[in-house]
C-alpha cells in the first residue's frame, strides 16, 4: 500500500534534515515514487518554507553538503544563530565552498556558523576538509569549485597560521570571491589583500592576564602548542605582561610541540618551585585537563598553588576541577566570515563597486569557572 502523501512528505523531510541535502532523482526512486510525484511533494514543501529546491535537489534549510576526498556532512539539525548585525542580499541558489582542516575542535562551530548564515538566505555550503595537509587545501578548492562554487571561505592549513615559501599563491589564483577564515597573511604579502574572519586571540590572551592580575597574581606564565594561533597568543599575553608591570622574566612563556605533556609539567613545577610562579594560562583546554592531574601527583594542587586559565572553552567545563577558559566567538566567526563572502557575490552579480577589503576581528570572552581561583594573593 502506497503511502498517503501527508507520510510521504514526513519521510521526505526525514531524510533531508538527516542528509542535509539530496537529488530530486535520487529521493524519487529511494521513495519509491515516480520523479514527477516526487517533484510536486518538494514544490509543496518549499512553497511552505520547509526545504530548499536548487538545481534539481532538495535542500534542508541551512543544509551543508560535501563533495571532494577526504570530505563530511555536516550534521543538519536547525540551531539557534547568532543575530545577524546587518540584513545580507538574497543569495537563493548560491552556491558556497568552505575549506578547513578539520571538522573538529573550534571548526565544527565555524563551519556551522557559517552554514546557518548562508542557508538564511537560500544558499548551500559545500564543505572540503584538508586534514592539515597543506597541499590538499588546493586539491579541495579544485572539487569545490569545480562542482559549482561561487565563492571560497578558506582556513588554510598554514602551520603558523600566515603562508611562507608561496602558499598563499594557489588562493590568488582562483578568480572568485574569497574570505580567509581564522587565517591572515602578513602586511606586503600578496594574501593581505583578502577580506578575513578571524578571532582577536591576542585580546583573548590579555584578558586572561588581566583577570589573573586582578586576582593578585604577579608572576604568571603560559604553557602553549605550536600552532597556527601561538603568535597571536604569545604577542596578547607579553604585551599585557609588560602593561600590567607583572613579572615577566620569571613568567616567559612556554612554547612546545603538541602532546609533549611531561616537559609542560616539568616546566610549570620548576615554575611554580623556583620562579614563585603561581598562575598559568594553557592552551588548550584539553591540554589543562590532561596536565591537572600530572601536577597535582608533583603535589601542586589546582588552583591552591597554581591558578589556570585555559585557552578555547572546548571541554573546559567538564574538567574535574572546571577550567576558567577564554572562549573564542567560533559560532560568529562563521557566520561574519560567510556574511562578508555572501556580499562580495552580490556585488559581482549586480555589477556594484565593491565596499573595501575588511579585516575583521572578533573578540573572544573570558569564562569563570574554579580553576582560576577567587581568593587575593599577597606577593
Same mark, same amino acid.
Given at each position: 500500500m502506497r503511502p498517503h502523501v501527508d507520510q510521504r512528505h514526513e519521510r521526505v523531510l526525514e531524510l533531508v534534515r538527516e542528509r542535509g541535502s539530496l537529488r530530486?532523482?535520487?529521493?524519487?526512486? %529511494?521513495?519509491?515514487?515516480?520523479?514527477?510525484?516526487?517533484?510536486?511533494?518538494?514544490?509543496?514543501?518549499?512553497?511552505?518554507?520547509?526545504?530548499?529546491?536548487?538545481?534539481? #535537489? $532538495?535542500?534542508?534549510?541551512? +543544509? !551543508?553538503?560535501?563533495? +571532494?576526498?577526504?570530505?563530511?556532512?555536516?550534521?543538519?539539525?536547525?540551531? #539557534?544563530?547568532?543575530?545577524?548585525? +546587518?540584513?545580507?542580499?538574497?543569495?537563493?541558489? $548560491? $552556491?558556497?565552498?568552505?575549506?578547513?582542516?578539520?571538522?573538529?575542535?573550534?571548526?565544527?562551530? &565555524?563551519?556551522? +556558523? #557559517?552554514? =546557518?548564515?548562508?542557508?538564511?538566505?537560500?544558499?548551500?555550503?559545500?564543505?572540503? !576538509?584538508? *586534514?592539515?595537509v597543506d597541499t590538499e587545501d588546493a586539491v579541495q578548492a579544485g572539487h569545490l569549485l569545480a562542482g559549482g562554487a561561487e565563492g571560497l571561505l578558506v582556513a588554510p592549513s598554514w602551520s603558523g597560521g600566515v603562508p611562507v615559501g608561496g602558499q598563499e599563491q594557489w588562493l590568488l589564483d582562483r578568480g572568485v570571491p574569497t574570505v580567509l577564515v581564522e587565517r591572515s597573511a602578513p602586511p606586503g604579502n600578496p594574501a593581505a589583500a583578502l577580506d578575513r574572519v578571524r578571532t582577536d586571540r591576542a585580546h583573548g590572551a590579555a584578558v586572561a592576564v588581566?583577570?589573573?592580575?586582578?586576582?593578585?597574581?604577579?608572576?604568571?606564565?603560559?604553557?602553549?602548542? =605550536?600552532?597556527?594561533?601561538?603568535?597571536?597568543?604569545?604577542?596578547?599575553?607579553?604585551?599585557?605582561?609588560?602593561?600590567?608591570?607583572?613579572?615577566?622574566? @620569571?613568567?616567559?612563556?612556554?612554547?612546545? =610541540?603538541?602532546?609533549?605533556?611531561?616537559?609542560?609539567?616539568?616546566?610549570?613545577?620548576?615554575? !611554580? @618551585?623556583? @620562579? *614563585? !610562579?603561581?598562575?598559568?594560562?594553557?592552551?588548550?583546554? %584539553?591540554?589543562? &585537563?590532561?596536565?591537572v592531574p600530572r601536577l597535582q601527583a608533583r603535589g601542586i594542587r589546582v588552583p591552591d598553588d597554581l591558578a589556570l586559565i585555559a585557552y578555547d572553552d572546548e571541554v573546559a567545563p567538564l574538567a574535574d576541577v572546571p577550567l576558567t577558559a577564554v572562549a573564542p566567538p567560533k559560532r560568529a566567526v562563521g557566520e561574519a566570515a560567510a556574511r562578508l563572502l555572501l556580499q562580495r557575490l552580490d556585488e559581482r552579480a549586480s555589477g556594484r563597486r565593491p565596499a573595501p @577589503?575588511?579585516?575583521? =576581528?572578533?573578540?573572544?570572552?573570558?569564562?569563570?569557572?574554579?580553576?582560576?581561583? #577567587?581568593?587575593?594573593?599577597?606577593?
Open positions: 530530486v532523482a535520487d529521493l524519487a526512486a %529511494e521513495l519509491g515514487v515516480s520523479a514527477v510525484t516526487l517533484r510536486r511533494d518538494v514544490e509543496a514543501l518549499a512553497g511552505q518554507g520547509r526545504v530548499h529546491r536548487l538545481h534539481g #535537489a $532538495v535542500v534542508w534549510p541551512g +543544509g !551543508v553538503s560535501t563533495v +571532494g576526498p577526504r570530505t563530511r556532512q555536516e550534521p543538519a539539525g536547525s540551531t #539557534a544563530s547568532t543575530p545577524s548585525t +546587518g540584513s545580507a542580499a538574497s543569495a537563493e541558489g $548560491v $552556491v558556497i565552498g568552505m575549506i578547513v582542516p578539520t571538522t573538529a575542535s573550534l571548526f565544527a562551530d &565555524i563551519v556551522r +556558523g #557559517a552554514r =546557518e548564515a548562508v542557508g538564511a538566505q537560500g544558499g548551500r555550503l559545500v564543505l572540503g !576538509v584538508s *586534514g592539515h588581566g583577570h589573573f592580575a586582578a586576582l593578585g597574581h604577579h608572576r604568571i606564565t603560559a604553557v602553549l602548542q =605550536e600552532g597556527p594561533h601561538a603568535a597571536q597568543i604569545i604577542a596578547g599575553y607579553d604585551s599585557a605582561v609588560r602593561s600590567l608591570g607583572l613579572d615577566h622574566a @620569571r613568567g616567559a612563556p612556554s612554547v612546545r =610541540e603538541h602532546g609533549d605533556y611531561d616537559s609542560s609539567v616539568d616546566y610549570l613545577v620548576d615554575a !611554580v @618551585r623556583e @620562579r *614563585g !610562579v603561581t598562575a598559568a594560562l594553557v592552551h588548550s583546554d %584539553e591540554d589543562a &585537563i590532561v596536565l @577589503r575588511q579585516h575583521v =576581528e572578533l573578540l573572544p570572552e573570558l569564562r569563570i569557572r574554579s580553576s582560576c581561583g #577567587a581568593k587575593t594573593l599577597a606577593h
